[in-house]
């Protein structure tokens, strides 16, 4: 079993940042691709970046794509997300999950561990 643990989400104002954490309990994290999900009242779960195992290649949804940045750090088992420019359409429930292969991923249902999520609000 993989643990995930997301933090930094909150409340921010229209055109501010945040960064989200995700902590994997998992020794073999590095073999692992992973992804940023939300999930807005109402709506469905919507894919937001994914980054592969080694971290060299990544992708984004077109609505953040250029104002939100995945990025991973094997030693420390921790995959982030830089959220800028940040709109109030990007308030929900954001939730990272880990995948047991190296290749991204955009489906939720391609992914084998997901975290509780965390809540960002962002008010205009």
């Known amino acids: 079993q993989v643990q995930l643990v997301e933090s930094g989400g909150g409340l921010v104002q229209a055109g501010g940042s945040l960064r989200l954490s995700c902590a994997a309990s998992?020794?073999?994290?590095?073999?692992?691709?992973m992804g940023w999900f939300r999930q807005a009242p109402g709506e469905e779960r919507e894919f937001v970046a994914t980054i592969s195992a080694s971290g060299g290649s990544t992708y984004y949804a077109d609505s953040v794509k250029g104002r939100f940045t995945i990025s991973r750090d094997n030693a420390k088992n921790t995959v982030y997300l830089q959220m800028n420019s940040l709109k109030s359409e990007d308030t929900a429930v954001y939730s990272c999950?880990?995948?047991?292969?190296?290749?991204?991923?955009?489906?939720?249902?391609?992914?084998?561990?997901w975290g509780q999520g965390t809540q960002v609000t962002v008010s205009s």
């Open positions: 999950a880990a995948r047991v292969v190296e290749s991204l991923a955009l489906r939720p249902s391609f992914y084998d561990y």
């Open positions: 998992s020794r073999t994290f590095s073999s692992y691709a």
